[in-house]
């Protein structure tokens, strides 16, 4: 039985920001694959929530934001790398201080 590294041809969506989910689709992704965002040593592993053969559902890393490369690893090998751009995330308000006061204060 041969065996040979994964094959990835999609992303969707193309763009998105920290923390969003990314659909990766292919072949030979197995049971356990390895997703990493960048290259070299600013490469990131991504967090993978679920994975099939034929699709992963990963969450983009906290990297750098701007062009990127993503890539699929197994113990068959590394996919070639699809370009992928990683959005600034949405500000979040977390609080208002103070809580109320006069107009124009």
Request: glycine share 12%.
């Given at each position: 039985?041969?065996?040979a590294p994964p094959?990835?041809?999609?992303?969707?969506?193309?763009?998105?920001?920290?923390?969003?989910?990314?659909?990766?689709?292919?072949v030979q992704?197995?049971?356990?694959?390895?997703?990493?965002?960048?290259?070299g040593t600013t490469a990131v592993t991504a967090t993978?929530?679920?994975?099939?053969?034929?699709?992963?559902?990963a969450v983009v890393p906290r990297m750098p934001i701007g062009a990127t490369l993503v890539r699929v690893t197994t113990d068959e090998g590394?996919?070639?790398?699809?370009p992928f751009t990683v959005l600034q995330p949405t500000p979040v308000l977390a609080s208002v201080s103070p809580t109320n006061?006069?107009?124009?204060t």
């Open positions: 039985v041969e065996t094959e990835l041809w999609r992303l969707a969506p193309e763009r998105a920001a920290i923390g969003a989910d990314v659909t990766l689709t292919g992704f197995g049971s356990s694959p390895t997703v990493t965002f960048g290259s993978v929530k679920r994975a099939t053969d034929a699709s992963i559902v590394s996919s070639e790398s699809i006061g006069l107009p124009g």
